[in-house]
């Protein structure tokens, strides 16, 4: 939906209209031939980057005046920004500005000046897509709203001033417990990863909330830290780095009210036997708080050839996360043969994205007569057996009875279903979970795009970008706290795309869509291209309420 504000100075008398003699009960001054309506105690609000109409106040002492003697110019704090009788315009700035009128008689050169106007801009995001880019060496952030209009360079509109330089990527979470009776999350806040520095970000505000370096034990951060990945989970944050290295922040239940308290450890996190992270999945989206078992974070460690899960908090541990390394089998299960164990996935090889499923038990136990909930969760990921081109998707499904102790009940290994496909420069962006959308998408690591069905590994071609595709980005698709002030349902099932160009396209993937795509029919997908966004480093979806992600 677009929202146009019509603000309506007055209603505009009619070039040729009979009540134009009434002129006292329309507010009227005169001025010689023409009148403004007073509007010097009044002021309007309107949203930056949102297209607005004003009808131009001004009325003819004669009825039978030609207006076509008359020229109106619309002036924005002294800056001429269009002639007519209806304004239509768009302001990219937050601020209050004066709206001045100017009318000339063509014919006896009499100039008449309207009393300023005060027009109120407020600042134009409030949730959707925050795209971060590099223009000439300087961090960008745009922003796309959910009714698809654009914004760019929105941070310096807000606060006057430049993010910084270098940008390599952005990330979005919550801080627990910042708001209180909430039992979810509080007060979202985005993180921008650059080389000038990185900063935290009020993403109610998109002002300037803290430097990264102020969160790591050292006051630095890591010289040259590329944020691969981020995640958090109650008490705890986790940053994994391009070179395969893990930063965790324990923050703990006694700091829950200022949850800023705790560092990132000056070194690494160092995994038993070591490890280099080379794919994360993070799932602290999920629309249940519950979803793989709690596990926030799976990682995957190409130095051992093995998963791991980060659980959090561990209580008897300084509230640092509890490490799950998957290595304890159910005594009765048998690995199916060709499968890989998760703990020894074979030398040479790597992840390329991983998803989950959660599902829920209700068991009856002997002499209870209530019965138990047991969560339990399946992870999927895309592999590449022995780092050869060799593609499986690999699935293991958990049960958990605590946060060190995970049973694996059921593994499996399937050819991913277009292995010429796939390549190192491939994107894929799994499903949040399986279970509200069971469709992941992926590249052929240039300008086409394709959907998967995880159950069948039926594939269908979907989009063709204008240039090699280099991030993928979904939409939520419901807000826990949706009757909390948080964030309506809609708009859900979108999908941004991202090319070399500088375009973001904004596709529509809802399963009906999908559903047509595998029936021959892709009528429906595009919705809208964005352009000249520079070299586009990451995006997210920011939101004022917590947002579970298909």
């Known amino acids: ?179 209180p009776g909430f039992y979810v999350g509080g007060k979202a806040k985005i993180v921008i990863n650059q080389g000038s520095g990185g900063v935290t970000l009020d993403a109610s505000t998109l002002e300037p909330d803290m430097l990264l370096s102020s969160e790591f034990s050292t006051g630095t951060e890591p010289p040259g830290i590329v944020m691969k990945d981020f995640a958090n989970k109650d008490f705890f944050y986790s940053i994994v780095d391009s070179d395969g290295n893990v930063y965790i ?28 992270i080379g794919c994360s999945g993070s799932f602290m989206y999920m629309n249940s708080n519950e979803c793989a078992s709690c596990d926030c974070q799976i990682l995957y460690d190409e130095r051992n050839c093995r998963f791991i899960g ?58 209870e007569t209530a019965k138990v909930i047991y969560l339990w969760s399946r992870y999927y990921s895309v592999i590449d057996v022995g780092g050869t081109g060799n593609y499986y998707v690999h699935s293991w499904l958990v049960k958990s009875y605590s946060g060190t102790n995970h049973i694996i009940t059921d593994s499996d290994q399937r050819p991913f279903p277009a292995p010429e496909l796939l390549n190192r420069k491939s994107i894929i962006k799994m499903s949040a979970n399986f279970n509200i959308y069971k469709y992941f998408f992926f590249t052929d690591g240039a300008e086409n795009l394709y959907v998967c069905n995880i159950e069948t590994l039926d594939y269908k071609f979907i989009y063709k970008a204008k240039s090699d595709i280099t991030y993928i980005h979904a939409s939520p698709v419901t807000s826990v706290f949706k009757d909390y002030g948080g964030n309506p349902e809609y708009p859900d099932f979108r999908l941004a795309v991202c090319c070399v160009n500088g375009n973001i396209d904004i596709l529509n993937v809802r399963e009906s869509e999908i559903v047509k795509i595998y029936e021959g029919d892709d009528s429906g997908l595009f919705l809208k291209k964005f352009d000249g966004f520079g070299t586009i480093k990451g995006m997210i979806w920011a939101t004022r309420g917590f947002e579970g992600e298909y």
């Open 1 to 179: 939906m677009k929202f146009i504000f019509n603000l309506v100075f007055c209603f505009s008398v009619l070039l040729f209209s009979s009540c134009i003699k009434d002129l006292g009960n329309y507010d009227y001054a005169e001025v010689n031939s023409v009148s403004f309506k007073d509007m010097t105690d009044d002021s309007y609000s309107v949203t930056m980057g949102r297209e607005f109409s004003i009808d131009a106040p001004v009325g003819f002492e004669k009825e039978d005046t030609d207006t076509s003697d008359f020229r109106i110019d619309w002036y924005l704090d002294g800056k001429k920004i269009a002639s007519g009788t209806k304004l239509v315009y768009t302001i990219n700035k937050t601020g209050v500005f004066t709206l001045v009128l100017k009318v000339t008689d063509l014919k006896g050169g009499e100039v008449y000046i309207s009393e300023p106007m005060q027009l109120n801009v407020a600042g134009g995001f409030s949730w959707g897509w925050i795209i971060l880019s590099e223009e000439e060496g300087r961090s960008v952030l745009s922003y796309i709203s959910p009714d698809l209009y654009c914004i760019k360079g929105i941070y310096e509109d807000v606060n006057g001033s430049g993010l910084g330089r270098d940008p390599k990527s952005i990330w979005y979470y919550f801080v627990s417990g910042s708001i």
């Open 249 to 276: 922040k324990p923050v703990g239940f006694d700091n829950k009210s200022i949850p800023y308290y705790g560092t990132y450890s000056s070194i690494p996190y160092e995994f038993d036997g070591g490890g280099s």
């Open 310 to 367: 980060l659980y959090g908090p561990a209580y008897d541990d300084d509230y640092f996360p509890a490490v799950t390394y998957f290595n304890n089998y159910d005594e009765d299960f048998e690995l199916p043969a060709g499968v890989l164990p998760v703990n020894d996935m074979g030398a040479g090889t790597k992840v390329l994205a991983i998803g989950p499923y959660e599902g829920m038990d209700l068991v009856s136990l002997p002499g």
